[in-house]
Every structure is written in structure tokens, then in C-alpha cells.
């Protein structure tokens, strides 16, 4: 359609009202040129941001012991099936509504995508969570920098310099500090443990592949139609492994249910948007701090409100893996080789739709 306007119009066009498509850690997402003129809103949107980072800071630091809640008295599996079939058709509905038409290769990807990210990323935290702390469960999540760095090595799509590989040793230190009397304890949670590094490896697999998949353009459908794919796929799992027939919904107690809504409306939805908006108006850097920052908000949630032991091997645990994720990131930093984008790498919203 934009190619049969004549190219003065179309350049003023693509000039002053076309978003364009760029390329932020290897996912595509729209983002609108910047105008010439200063916003007349700048402290609505200050707000804005300020919310936004809120969302992915606060919220999603908060959802670890809000699983731990909601697997007390549901089935784990039951729990991140529901939780993704709501937030994922939520926003699938609402991406269909501004103009995106799922293809093919779009549900192949995502159900590529849904199996790494849900039915194991998820699927096994959800169920660790029944064994181990919410905030060790967050700690030990926060593995999957050094995996995504580990895998991306081995593919021959990325060095590890000596700050990244100083990284990955101080991180494997954290990860043993947390885990190095569970050899010797009665109660030992390595089941648990493992099933939560598990998840953190298999979200690194699929964030490390994501590139070479056929995603959708759009922002909210390259969300939801992953959602919807290992939603489908968690709740087919939980049929098999009879979760659904071990459900009484008479015995699931009121925290369980207020905890399985904040996920759903809150941890999926509000959060997931939050952060596609930030990666459309923030450095991505920037936006990657929550990264640091949804460890230490779990840990101080799970010792508050549940109790969890906030001991010294904790702390310790947390500065080694949080200082790991510092070093790794400033050592990709450091590998990542400095290049201009062609002009031709920018494709404009309305090229798309021709």
C-alpha cells in the first residue's frame, strides 16, 4: 500500500509519523522515532517510566514467593497453565486487535519458544518451588546470564573474555555457596534445586536461539503467541502427569487463589507489558537492571512475609551471584564488536505492511 504513494509523500511520512523496526538483543521491536519537538507531557511520562520500572523490578522480584503460595494448594503445573493461558490470550487478543494475523511460522517458533521458556522454564520453577525457598528459587534463577554466555560460546556466536570468564567463576562460587550443604543436610533440596537450574538453562537456550526463529514483528504478539504455545503445553503436561484429577478446588485456600490472580494480571500481564514499553523508550541496558534487582527483592519478600532464612550464606550467596552477573555483563560489553547499522537494516513500519 505505502509504495504506490509518490516518494515525496511517502519520505515525509516514513519522516514524522512511521515507528520504525530495530533490533535490541537480538529480538525486533517497534519503536517510535523520536520527535524534533520536547514531549509537552515530559513528567506524565517520567511517571510512566518510573511505574514501568516498578512493574519489573517490584512485581516481578514479588512473583517467586507468590508461586510458593499458589503451589500450596494447586498442582504446579495446573498453576503455570492457567496463569499462561490468561495472560497469553489476554494479550494475544489484544495484538490481534491492533492489526497482527499469527502466520505459520509463527506458532512453529512459538512453540519452540513455549516448550524452553514455559512448559520447562516455568513448568520446573513452579514445581521446585514446592521443595525450595522463593528466595533461593530467584537466586538460583539468576544462573541464566552465565548460561546464555556459556551457550552462546559454544555455538561460536560469542567470546568469553576474562572479565566474563572471572564472571562465571564468581557465579559458580554463589551457586555453591547456596548449595553446598544440601550434600550434607537431612532436608536436602536437590531435587528441588536442580529442577530450578534446569529452568534457568533452558530459558537461556531459548533466549540464545531466539534470533534464528521467525518471531512476530510485533512486540505483543512476540510475547503472546510463546505464552499461549507452552500454555497449551503445560496444561496437555499436567493432564498426563494427573495434576488435574489430584485439583479439589474445594481445598485450594484463599492465598492460593489471590496468589494465582497477581500472577496472572499482575506478574504476566502488567509485568510483560511494562517491559516492552521500557525497551521502546529506555537503553536496553537499562532495562536489563532488573536482572539485579528481582534476586534481592525475593529474598527480602521471602524473609519478610514467609519467613525464609536470610543467613549469612545467603547474603554471601547473593553478592557472588549478583557481583557474577556484573562482570559478565561488563565483559560482553567489552567482546561485543562496534559497528554502525546500514541504513538498509532499518526497516520502517510501513515497509512492513506493503
Same mark, same amino acid.
Given at each position: 500500500?505505502?509504495? #504506490?504513494?509518490?516518494?515525496?509523500?511517502?519520505a515525509?511520512?516514513?519522516?514524522?509519523?512511521?515507528?520504525?523496526?530495530?533490533?535490541?538483543?537480538?529480538?525486533?521491536?517497534?519503536?517510535?522515532?523520536?520527535?524534533?519537538?520536547? =514531549?509537552?507531557?515530559? /513528567?506524565a511520562?517520567?511517571?510512566?517510566?518510573?511505574?514501568?520500572?516498578?512493574?519489573? *523490578?517490584?512485581?516481578?522480584?514479588?512473583?517467586?514467593? +507468590?508461586?510458593? *503460595?499458589?503451589?500450596?494448594?494447586i498442582?504446579?503445573?495446573?498453576? =503455570?497453565?492457567?496463569?499462561?493461558?490468561?495472560?497469553? $490470550?489476554?494479550?494475544?487478543?489484544? =495484538?490481534?486487535?491492533?492489526?497482527? /494475523?499469527?502466520?505459520?511460522?509463527?506458532?512453529?517458533?512459538?512453540?519452540?519458544?513455549?516448550? !524452553?521458556?514455559?512448559?520447562?522454564?516455568?513448568?520446573?520453577?513452579?514445581?521446585?518451588?514446592?521443595?525450595?525457598?522463593?528466595?533461593?528459587?530467584?537466586?538460583?534463577? &539468576?544462573?541464566?546470564?552465565?548460561?546464555?554466555l556459556?551457550?552462546a560460546?559454544?555455538?561460536?556466536?560469542?567470546?568469553?573474555?576474562?572479565?566474563?570468564?572471572? %564472571?562465571?567463576?564468581?557465579?559458580?562460587?554463589?551457586?555453591?555457596?547456596?548449595?553446598?550443604?544440601?550434600?550434607?543436610?537431612? #532436608?536436602?533440596?536437590l531435587? %528441588?534445586?536442580?529442577?530450578?537450574?534446569?529452568?534457568?538453562?533452558?530459558?537461556a537456550?531459548?533466549?540464545v536461539?531466539?534470533?534464528?526463529?521467525?518471531?512476530?514483528? #510485533?512486540?505483543?504478539?512476540? @510475547? &503472546?503467541?510463546?505464552?499461549?504455545?507452552? =500454555?497449551?503445553?503445560?496444561?496437555?503436561?499436567? $493432564?498426563v502427569?494427573?495434576?488435574?484429577?489430584?485439583?479439589?478446588?474445594?481445598?485450594?485456600?484463599?492465598?492460593?487463589?489471590?496468589?494465582?490472580?497477581?500472577?496472572?494480571?499482575?506478574?504476566?500481564?502488567? +509485568?510483560?507489558?511494562? *517491559?516492552?514499553? !521500557?525497551?521502546? /523508550?529506555?537503553?536496553?541496558?537499562?532495562?536489563? @537492571?532488573?536482572? *539485579? +534487582?528481582?534476586?534481592?527483592?525475593?529474598?527480602?519478600? %521471602?524473609?519478610?512475609?514467609?519467613?525464609?532464612?536470610?543467613?549469612?550464606?545467603?547474603?554471601?550467596?547473593?553478592?557472588?551471584?549478583?557481583?557474577?552477573?556484573?562482570?559478565?555483563?561488563?565483559?560482553?560489553?567489552?567482546?561485543?564488536?562496534?559497528?554502525?547499522?546500514? +541504513?538498509?537494516?532499518?526497516v520502517?513500519?510501513?515497509?512492513?505492511?506493503?
Amino acid at each position: 500500500m505505502c509504495r #504506490d504513494q509518490p516518494s515525496q509523500i511517502l519520505a515525509l511520512h516514513r519522516q514524522f509519523t512511521c515507528e520504525k523496526l530495530i533490533n535490541i538483543g537480538g529480538h525486533p521491536v517497534i519503536a517510535s522515532r523520536p520527535s524534533r519537538n520536547p =514531549a509537552p507531557h515530559a /513528567r506524565a511520562e517520567s511517571i510512566k517510566v518510573a511505574l514501568a520500572f516498578t512493574a519489573i *523490578y517490584i512485581v516481578w522480584g514479588s512473583t517467586y514467593l +507468590a508461586i510458593r *503460595y499458589v503451589v500450596e494448594t494447586i498442582p504446579p503445573l495446573v498453576t =503455570a497453565g492457567i496463569r499462561h493461558t490468561i495472560a497469553g $490470550g489476554v494479550l494475544l487478543a489484544w =495484538a490481534c486487535a491492533r492489526g497482527y /494475523r499469527p502466520r505459520r511460522e509463527h506458532w512453529l517458533a512459538g512453540m519452540v519458544l513455549g516448550a !524452553l521458556f514455559f512448559l520447562i522454564g516455568h513448568g520446573s520453577l513452579h514445581w521446585a518451588e514446592q521443595k525450595v525457598a522463593s528466595g533461593l528459587a530467584a537466586l538460583l534463577i &539468576a544462573t541464566e546470564p552465565m548460561f546464555i554466555l556459556v551457550l552462546a560460546w559454544a555455538m561460536g556466536r560469542q567470546r568469553i573474555s576474562r572479565i566474563s570468564a572471572l %564472571g562465571l567463576a564468581v557465579g559458580v562460587a554463589g551457586v555453591a555457596i547456596l548449595t553446598g550443604l544440601q550434600f550434607t543436610s537431612k #532436608d536436602s533440596n536437590l531435587l %528441588g534445586i536442580g529442577a530450578v537450574l534446569l529452568g534457568s538453562l533452558s530459558w537461556a537456550l531459548g533466549v540464545v536461539i531466539t534470533p534464528r526463529l521467525k518471531l512476530p514483528s #510485533d512486540a505483543l504478539a512476540r @510475547t &503472546a503467541v510463546p505464552l499461549v504455545c507452552g =500454555a497449551a503445553m503445560l496444561l496437555l503436561s499436567a $493432564g498426563v502427569t494427573g495434576e488435574f484429577h489430584a485439583l479439589h478446588w474445594s481445598a485450594v485456600s484463599l492465598k492460593s487463589l489471590l496468589g494465582l490472580g497477581f500472577l496472572i494480571v499482575f506478574g504476566s500481564i502488567v +509485568a510483560f507489558t511494562a *517491559y516492552t514499553w !521500557l525497551l521502546q /523508550r529506555c537503553p536496553p541496558t537499562v532495562v536489563a @537492571t532488573h536482572t *539485579y +534487582a528481582n534476586p534481592v527483592v525475593a529474598v527480602l519478600l %521471602g524473609w519478610l512475609l514467609a519467613s525464609e532464612p536470610l543467613t549469612a550464606r545467603v547474603w554471601l550467596a547473593s553478592i557472588a551471584i549478583l557481583g557474577a552477573i556484573v562482570l559478565i555483563r561488563k565483559g560482553e560489553r567489552v567482546t561485543e564488536p562496534r559497528r554502525v547499522a546500514p +541504513a538498509s537494516e532499518e526497516v520502517t513500519a510501513s515497509e512492513q505492511c506493503a
